[in-house]
């Protein structure tokens, strides 16, 4: 299944944290829009990051009841399926991931504008590096241990296809980090903040250009290049290069304050171009197949995902703006939820699968879906009051901090 989540490795304390050494040239930077102070910012992509996050369980748990069955479990023949469900999953991944690197590009720039490059691949690493590796061998183990059990099958061969299973945006985030550490001289001065390029008109064509990103590796593709096949660890090379453009997208939001005001006062025409553009794609995806087809609808796909998210985060700004303690809370232990959530997920599903669909019992795949979400919920965010909060060692190895 295409990866779904993922989530931002960044927290409000973290960057809280990380600001004490910074030097009083670099906090000036990031202060100076009035409608955007920090902590509201914060506050806002936060609360957003939080949202996003526990979607994956939304995500999976729609997945393991849908009718499409190219997820991670074969279901028998008369296993109760939906295809409702497939609407959900295939709605929320839409933007989802998008989204998610976007505000990952923005947290990122401004963490490394704080405390400088090699204190930022030094963050990375702990946050990042270190819950991935804790994870891999101990939650994604437990998974492809029972689904091993289930299908029958060796567990050190499923374990080999499925060790970074759900967490691969943690791999994708550590390839941008570094990426960003190489070109911080690209973006940490005053490159960015010419008053040209912070302009209106520039701001629309940066939009209005910004499919055209991912064209050359869809060029790269045309001529023979396995641009959709896995490479181990890294993945597929087009996912890696597509949510990358979004993760710079964010970065240029971070550098261009006053972009943040123009996407907030110009949510309706996002609203627009996303109908225009979904209704755009629909009728292309009739025309017959072709080279310029391929790549007209490699436009009018993405310009339609980035109008999506530029939807979201203008919303976010107006309606996740206020500080909300429940958000608060959730925003904190969204890491770890969905750090355990995935293995949760697929244990269910195996029980209602093993007491369900073999003793013939007609139980709606809706119900159980639902159900699923609010146990795997539950047992999650347990997990990071419980455990993870309480125990600082176990705080250090699921979230870096």
């Known amino acids: ?33 009035p409608r955007h102070k920090r902590n509201t910012r914060e506050c806002y992509l936060d609360n957003l990051r939080g949202i996003l996050m526990v979607m994956g369980i939304v995500l999976h748990a729609a997945a393991g009841f849908s009718s499409n069955s190219g997820w991670l479990i074969n279901y028998p023949s008369d296993f109760q399926t939906s295809t409702f469900l497939n609407g959900i999953n ?23 504008g ?38 029958q099958s060796a567990f050190v061969a499923l374990y080999q296809q499925q060790a970074i299973s759900h967490l691969w945006f943690l791999v994708n985030l550590i390839v941008y980090s570094f990426l960003l550490f190489i070109c911080v001289p690209m973006f940490s001065h005053d490159t960015l903040k ?15 250009s910004f499919p055209f990103f991912v064209f050359p590796i869809l060029v790269l593709g045309q001529i023979g290049v396995p641009i959709y096949q896995n490479i181990p660890v890294v993945g597929m090379p087009y996912y890696l290069y597509f949510y990358f453009c979004f993760f710079v997208f964010g ?23 996303y109908v225009l553009s979904f209704v755009m794609k629909h009728y292309m995806n009739m025309m017959p197949e072709g080279f310029i087809i391929t790549l007209a609808l490699a436009y009018i796909d993405l310009f339609n995902v980035l109008c999506l998210c530029l939807c979201l985060w203008g919303g976010s700004m107006h309606i996740l703006a206020k500080h909300n303690v429940w958000l608060t809370k959730l925003a904190d232990a969204s890491y770890s939820i969905y750090l355990i959530h995935h293995c949760l997920v697929v244990a269910f599903v195996l029980v209602a699968n093993y007491y369900f669909a073999r003793a013939s019992s007609n139980v709606n795949p809706f119900a159980l879906f639902v159900c699923c979400m609010v146990v795997v919920f539950i047992l999650s965010y347990a997990f990071h009051a419980l455990i993870v909060k309480r125990i600082a060692l176990i705080r250090m190895f699921f979230n870096g901090k």
């Open 251 to 273: 970065l240029l939001l971070q550098r261009q304050t006053a972009w943040l005001d123009l996407l907030q006062r110009s949510l309706p025409l996002w609203g627009f171009l």
């Open 1 to 33: 299944m295409s990866p779904a989540t993922g989530a931002n490795s960044l927290s409000t304390s973290t960057i809280s944290s990380s600001t004490g050494g910074a030097h009083a040239s670099s906090k000036n930077t990031y202060a100076k829009h």
């Open 114 to 151: 704080k405390v400088g490059g090699k204190m930022f691949i030094q963050q990375r690493l702990l946050r990042i590096a270190l819950p991935l590796l804790v994870c891999m061998l101990t939650f994604n183990a437990f998974q492809s241990w029972i689904l091993s059990i289930y299908e």
């Open 194 to 208: 010419v008053k040209a390029f912070s302009s209106k008109k520039c701001f629309f064509v940066i939009i209005a």
């Open 90 to 112: 295939a709605g929320i991944h839409s933007f989802r991931m998008p989204l998610f690197f976007m505000v990952a590009g923005y947290f990122a720039m401004l963490v490394i």
